[in-house]
């Protein structure tokens, strides 16, 4: 049962950090645009996917669960759970608008 809080606590702070904590949204858009200007600049097309780390919440909770519980089938579980919360929480606040 405490793996199971642990694994939706990541992916709930996951989706916190990536949508809802609004301090740290102008500091991560900044830093995805000077990745951007940079890849651009001297033309580091492979270095794309670390742009997803930063806009993606599948990408970021994966690579977090990873490194914190160092299980693959951990880190898949947790990115599942967090996309399923990003889009309960995207479908299920349409009608509040």
Sequence with gaps: MALWI????LA???????????PIQPWREKLVEKLVR????YNLWFAEPLLTVF????????????LYFQNFTY??????????IEKILKYGSQGTE
């Design 6 to 9: 642990d694994l939706l606590g």
């Design 12 to 22: 709930l702070f996951v989706n916190f950090l990536l949508h809802w904590f609004g």
């Design 38 to 41: 940079t890849m651009v600049k």
């Design 55 to 66: 806009t993606c919440v599948m990408c970021l909770s994966f690579w977090s669960a990873l």
């Design 75 to 84: 880190a898949l579980i947790t990115s599942f759970i967090a996309v399923v």
